[in-house]
């Protein structure tokens, strides 16, 4: 099943009543009992009543649309408007436990995050921006179908695990029956911390299947056991460049390169589709994962400090304990050729960025333009941004979409408020097919930000990530295998280091913004 129906109003929280009536109907068609219905439709009013307070001016005359999607595992309410820009790291933190008698702000937030499973916004630049609202049916999670025993991990029954019979391997789509088993062996391999949580629930991970939010490859030995498996996902269904991921392969079927081969059908089956690129982000404390992914030809164009919490482990990894925030590199495999793409490196990271795509065999040009040149191009006043914040990594995302005029007082203003939530990764990202890219990097590596690397797009609109860290890292810590890892490394290393490194005198940003 995956419906969809969408019902437009007027910004007026008099349509409530209706929109509450066309929550509860979709809900409970999709299945939910009428407590959850009831609490569905509250989580929609507040959405809506948050929309038509903030998004609109006094007296204002504009539409709302609510657009509710069904599917097999749940209902995603979608809150879209055209109305003025909006940015969540404003909400405030709301804490139940200090009473009444205060400011109420972020409580319409803290209701919502609290009756449904996931709430984000999606910006969709001049198309206005959207509300998602994400509730998922009951349904047995991993440990409702294994005992305790049967999902300890690999290591603690090392001794006990006797090898597969030699024999063949068949690779291919995973069919619904095996996905039980399939999210068995990642749970058996990562525990509970694997991003992406319906990887631990069998239904759900048949229903993203369905529909193509993610394609999962599986290894089947002879004997119609799941020997492995490994995943395409993430982004859009459409998107020509997608994560491969996922992978774990079953203790009795290893150290026969089985992991490699499968990671290699994925690759094929990926190009076959018509994909043009796969990234992966091996953790920096597993030199196998990065081994693997340059072997399948994978090469690291980012490296991202901090990114995950301390609290993550992998039971692969025997005995690990993080004594720091784990970071992670990049690495993009291009599928197929794309033509040549002019991008405006900033001067300063041109010769690192020159090298990177050398090493992809990427077609691209980093080209020159005069400041003066650029600064004569007509900016309108305000900046399109998108700024996600990841709760559970403690770490946010700004994409910045398109310039505006006071972009850099825009990209301080949401630094700083992200700060004071005390965010301890930030991300900022810059279209590196604009030459305003070029012309004001420097000012935000001036407030701090250090390159983190650049992440190929599709149609070469590829951008140049920074990072904003407010945790302590230890560079000693992070151990990576390829001269090109290690290049990334030191030269990120050097930038964290020095301050004069994020704060360039005028005599290094004037005249050309690329050299």
Same mark, same amino acid.
Not at 145 to 154: A, G, H, I, Q, R
Not at 217 to 237: K, M, P, Q, R, W
Not at 471 to 481: A, L, S, T
């Given at each position: ?38 609490? +569905? ?29 069904? @599917? ?7 809150? !879209? %408007? ?34 449904? %499973?996931? #709430? ?13 609202? +994400? ?21 603690? %029954? ?5 090898? !597969? ?13 095996? *996905?039980?088993?399939? *999210? ?30 993610? +394609? @999962?490859?599986? !290894? ?15 982004? %859009? ?45 091996? #953790? ?41 925030? /784990? ?15 002019? /991008? ?33 191009? *007509?900016?309108? !006043? ?8 990841? @709760? ?49 990097? *420097? ?36 151990? #990576? ?35």
């Amino acid at each position: 099943m995956q419906d969809r129906t969408e019902l437009t109003i007027p910004n007026d929280l008099s349509y409530l009543p209706a929109i509450g009536a066309y929550v509860k109907a979709i809900a409970a068609k999709v299945g939910f009992s009428e407590q959850e219905t009831n609490r +569905i439709r509250l989580a929609a009013d507040e959405a809506c009543t948050h929309v038509i307070e903030t998004a609109f001016e006094p007296g204002e005359k504009n539409l709302l649309r609510i657009i509710c999607e069904e @599917s097999d595992v749940g209902l995603r309410v979608i809150v !879209a %408007d055209t109305g003025m820009p909006f940015n969540p790291s404003l909400i405030a933190d709301y804490d139940p436990a200090a009473g009444l008698d205060r400011e109420l702000g972020g409580l319409g937030f803290f209701l919502m995050k609290r009756l449904m %499973d996931e #709430v984000h916004f999606v910006s969709k630049g001049p198309e206005g921006k959207e509300l998602h609202l +994400i509730k998922y049916l009951e349904s047995g999670s991993i440990t409702n179908y294994f005992s305790d025993e049967e999902l300890s991990p690999y290591e603690a %029954d090392a001794a006990k695990i006797r090898p !597969a019979p030699p024999g063949s391997y068949e690779f291919r789509t995973m069919e619904p029956a095996e *996905a039980i088993e399939v *999210a068995k062996c990642v749970y058996k391999t990562y525990g509970y911390t694997y991003p992406g949580e319906h990887i631990y629930y069998p239904e759900r991970l048949i229903a993203m299947n369905e529909n193509g939010q993610q +394609i @999962s490859l599986v !290894a089947v030995s002879d004997t119609g056991e799941v020997a492995g498996h490994c995943a395409i996902f993430g982004g %859009d269904v459409n998107s020509p460049i997608r994560e491969l991921g996922q992978a774990a392969v079953d203790p009795a079927h290893r150290s026969r390169g089985l992991l490699t081969r499968l990671l290699q059908f994925a690759i094929d089956y990926a190009r076959d589709h018509g994909l043009v690129g796969l990234f992966g982000e091996p #953790v920096t404390n597993h030199l196998y994962s990065q081994k693997a992914s340059l072997k399948l030809g994978f090469r690291e164009t980012a490296l991202f400090l901090g990114l995950i919490p301390q609290s993550v482990y992998f039971k692969k990894i025997a005995g690990q304990e993080l004594t720091q925030r /784990l970071s992670l590199l990049y690495s993009f495999l291009p599928l197929s050729t794309v033509g040549q793409n002019r /991008l405006y490196a900033p001067w300063h990271h041109r010769a690192l960025l020159g090298r990177l795509y050398a090493m992809l065999r990427l077609d691209r040009e980093l080209v020159t333009t005069a400041r003066d040149e650029v600064e004569a191009q *007509a900016l309108p !006043a305000q900046s399109i941004l998108s700024t996600h914040v990841m @709760s559970a990594n403690d770490a946010a995302h700004i994409e910045m979409i398109n310039y505006g005029r006071y972009a850099t007082s825009e990209i301080e203003i949401k630094l700083n408020e992200l700060c004071r939530k005390g965010i301890a990764c930030i991300h900022l990202d810059l279209p590196l097919s604009n030459p305003h890219t070029a012309l004001l990097c *420097a000012h935000f590596e001036a407030m701090g930000f250090i390159i983190a690397g650049v992440l190929p797009k599709q149609d070469g609109q590829d951008v140049l990530r920074l990072q904003y860290l407010n945790v302590p890292i230890d560079f000693g810590q992070i151990m #990576v295998v390829s001269d090109l890892a290690q290049t990334l490394r030191q030269y990120i290393q050097r930038q964290y280091e020095s301050t004069a490194s994020c704060s360039l005198s005028p005599a290094q940003v004037r005249g050309e913004v690329s050299n």
